[in-house]
């Protein structure tokens, strides 16, 4: 057997150690930890440093892509005198969400894992006010020269079976940093205020999931999704009504309008 160090912290017995230094009941100053666990230790420190890059390089790109999204509206606003998007956020996936996925996954829990099999570590959710927006939106994002088209996913033509709605994108999106360039997937979400309704309210209640009538529920919240869907499609209609009852501007009306518009902020 191995004879102990007595200069070197026993790693199994380390509770002792910090209380006899707690204590000051140490004879004599250790080494600490020995040079197994230092360099154990300074991987950790390694990798934990290149998590925390990692993180900032995904934050970046969903700047990126948030920036993207305000360009439009600003065009939109100034072009059509009307806003495509209600309103943007973003979320970085949490450490321990991260680290959950990937265990479940049976998937090695490292920086390269991450990047390599997980897309919706940056999110970045786009409200609209109608329908066609999210769709107008989705197809002027991908048109960029820039933006790699990885995933799509239309829960709107075809919902998922409890009425969830969106349309989803994996994109990847180039960051540009001081000494390299770096393609960053970003998992885009694109809905109404109407399916944010929905979706916000019903990711609160899969928390409540001890209700006694689970089935009933299940039932109630696809109806209402339903009938906000209609709802949403019934708002489309009358804009377009509306845009349709309008006469048809002559170049000159046009001109005068946007003329008249000029000193409006932009932004
Ligand atoms: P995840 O591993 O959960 O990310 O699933 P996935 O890779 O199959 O992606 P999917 O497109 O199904 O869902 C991704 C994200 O969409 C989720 O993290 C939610 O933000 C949202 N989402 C999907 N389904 C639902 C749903 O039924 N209800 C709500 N409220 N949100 C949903
Ligand atoms: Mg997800």
């Known amino acids: 057997m191995k004879k ?62 948030r920036t993207k999204f305000e360009v439009l509206d600003t065009e939109f606003k100034i072009r059509h005198q009307r806003n495509p998007i209600n309103s943007i956020s973003h ?9 959950e996925k990937l265990l479940r996954r049976n998937l090695p829990v490292t ?15 786009v409200i609209c006010s109608y329908i066609d927006d999210i769709y107008l939106l989705a197809d002027a994002l991908l048109r960029q020269d820039d933006i790699t088209l990885v995933a799509r996913k239309d829960y709107i ?38 399916m944010d309704f929905w979706a916000s309210l019903e990711h609160q209640l899969k928390y409540k999931q001890d209700a006694p009538d689970q089935e009933h529920i299940i039932e109630e919240l696809k109806s209402c999704a339903e009938i906000i869907n209609a709802t949403d499609e019934k708002m489309l209609n ?30």
């Open 4 to 65: 102990a160090n007595p200069d070197v912290v026993d790693i199994n017995n380390i509770d002792q150690w910090v209380n006899d230094a707690i204590n000051g009941s140490l004879s004599r100053p250790v080494t600490p930890f020995s040079s197994d666990v230092v360099d154990r230790t300074k991987r950790i420190m390694v990798s934990m440093v290149h998590y925390k890059e990692l993180m900032m390089m995904y934050t970046c790109a969903m700047k990126e892509i």
């Open 91 to 99: 979320r970085l996936k949490r450490t321990s969400s991260i680290t």
């Open 111 to 125: 920086t390269e894992s991450i990047e390599e099999n997980l897309n919706d570590i940056a999110g970045v959710r």
């Open 157 to 194: 033509s075809e919902p998922k079976p409890n009425g969830y709605r969106s349309l989803h994108l994996i994109v990847k999106v180039p960051v540009f940093f001081a000494d390299q360039r770096k393609d960053m997937k970003v998992e885009v979400q694109i809905r109404t205020i109407a």
């Open 238 to 267: 009358i804009r377009k009504q509306m845009e349709a009852m309008a006469d048809t501007p002559t170049e000159e009306d046009l001109l005068l309008e946007r003329f008249s518009r000029l000193d409006i902020p932009i932004g």
